[in-house]
């Protein structure tokens, strides 16, 4: 808040009269200085210790005498949030959706222009410059600074049959490097899986990149599949229950120098492609090396040195 009285320009007002109008310039006559604190404690207020707490039912409208900080329940749905047109009297929302779902937050200009999604559990500052509005949660810059949400892999999981072997892959330094490499077989399909979680996640597909090489051949190509089984935070997923995995797959091929590290992708697209995974929840990624395929003619083992994933911007 200003000091009052306050020497702003942008909050005083000048006299017309001789001596008077250079005091003017610098002190507010007494209703310039009242009006000027109280919206000054209004702002100061709603940032510090005000928020909305609120379960939607429809789309949620604001406007600049809303309160900065909205905790917003989709309540059962996704729910389209907009803000108010651009002006140099808006002030900064900061939105939390506290969906106990996967129920997205998409949050909107006035004129219907998407600026950004919250998803669940997850919560991001709307700023404007008096003529756009941007998101932020974290770094960057352009229209939006939201980082994308990723896949942490939590543990290594070999599965009780099939399972990809673990390998060393000597370095050729001095002492030798030893690379922890998982190898799948040409002759056989072969398996394994990673624990993971999805963190920050906003709603859009996910892509995935399996860094692998081959134990000897320079040529062909390999056939790796990926499939997502998700745990719900509202249950209803057992895991001594069985699951039919759906995969995506890639046709990769084996770089040209086999100690050369191919990196290699597979995307899922949001939604039941991707067994509906949602923010904070943990999920089994099964990865396999389909051996049987006919487009699968590379020779030798496939060596997994990592897999990771990102969401898709």
């Known amino acids: 808040m200003p000091n009052f009285p306050t020497t702003d320009p942008a909050l005083t007002t ?3 009269d001789g001596v008077d109008d250079v005091l003017a310039t610098h002190i507010n006559d007494p209703d310039a200085e009242i009006n000027a604190m109280g919206a000054a404690v209004r702002r100061t207020a709603a940032i510090a210790s005000i928020a909305n707490t609120e379960t939607l039912a429809g789309s949620k409208t604001l406007t600049n005498n809303d309160i900065f900080l909205q905790y917003l329940d989709p309540g ?8 108010p047109a651009a002006s140099t009297d808006n002030y900064a929302f900061f939105i939390v959706n506290t969906a106990d779902a996967a129920e997205t937050l998409t949050v909107l200009t006035s004129s219907s222009d998407s600026v950004d999604t919250v998803a669940q559990n997850e919560a991001k500052i709307f700023v404007s410059n008096g003529t756009t509005w941007r998101s932020h949660s974290g770094g960057g810059g352009g229209t939006t600074t939201t980082d994308p949400g990723f896949v ?18 000597a370095g ?16 056989s399909i072969e398996y394994m899986d990673f624990l993971c979680r999805l963190e920050e996640y906003g709603g859009n597909g996910l892509t995935f990149t399996i860094a692998w090489s081959a134990t000897s051949a320079t ?13 719900p935070a509202a ?9 039919t995995y759906d995969y995506n797959s890639v046709t990769a091929a084996a770089p040209s120098t086999s100690g050369d590290v191919a990196y290699s992708t597979i995307t899922f697209t949001a939604g039941a492609d991707m067994d509906s995974w949602a923010n904070a929840e943990l999920a089994i990624l099964r990865l396999r090396r389909n051996a049987s395929s006919s487009d699968d003619t590379m020779t030798g083992d496939a060596e997994l040195w990592w897999i990771s994933g990102r969401e898709t911007t």
């Open 219 to 231: 040529s062909g190509n390999v056939v790796w599949q990926l499939a997502i089984r998700a745990f």
């Open 172 to 187: 050729g330094s001095t002492p030798g490097e030893q690379v922890m490499v998982y190898d799948f077989d040409a002759a």
């Open 76 to 83: 059962g749905a996704g729910r389209n949030v907009y803000l």
């Open 235 to 243: 249950g209803g997923e057992d895991v001594d229950v069985s699951h």
């Open 14 to 16: 000048s006299l017309a």
């Open 152 to 169: 942490r892999v939590l543990k290594t999981m070999p599965t009780s049959s099939d399972a990809a072997t673990i390998d060393f892959r």
